[in-house]
Structure formats: C-alpha cells, structure tokens
C-alpha cells in the first residue's frame, strides 16, 4: 500500500479544507478573541492530524527485521 500518496492526498484535502473554515470563521461575526481560538483549534487539529500520518507512514514503511 502506497501510504505516502493515501497520506499526501488525504493532507491536502484536510489543508484546504482548514483554510476554507478558516476563511468563513474569519468573515464571521464573532468576536476577534473567538475567531482566534477557532483558527487555534482548526490548526492545531491539523498538525495532530500530520503528525498521525507520518506516523501511520512510518509504521508501515518501516519492517523490523
């Protein structure tokens, strides 16, 4: 399996998907002090979610000997 495509694919549809909410929630009404802890809350989804697919890379790719 090829996780490094299924991984890359699946980070850029996440990435824009980020910057698109980004985007409406900065448009928004909201207060400033709300619009930044949403914009926290969606980039810090986004680095956990990279840092699950390195993982889930690196456990594939790598077989112990």
């Keep these: 399996m090829d996780t490094v495509l299924i991984g890359g694919i699946g980070f850029l549809i996440l990435a824009g998907i980020s910057f698109l909410l980004i985007r409406i929630i900065d ?3 909201m207060n400033s002090k709300n619009k930044r802890l949403f ?3 969606i980039l810090g989804f ?3 979610v990279t ?3 390195f993982k889930w890379h ?3 790719y ?3 000997n």
Excluded: F, G, Q, W
């Design 58 to 60: 690196s456990s594939t």
């Design 39 to 41: 914009n926290y809350v």
């Design 27 to 29: 448009n928004s009404s």
């Design 46 to 48: 986004l680095v956990l």
């Design 51 to 53: 840092i699950a697919i």
């Design 62 to 64: 790598l077989i112990p």
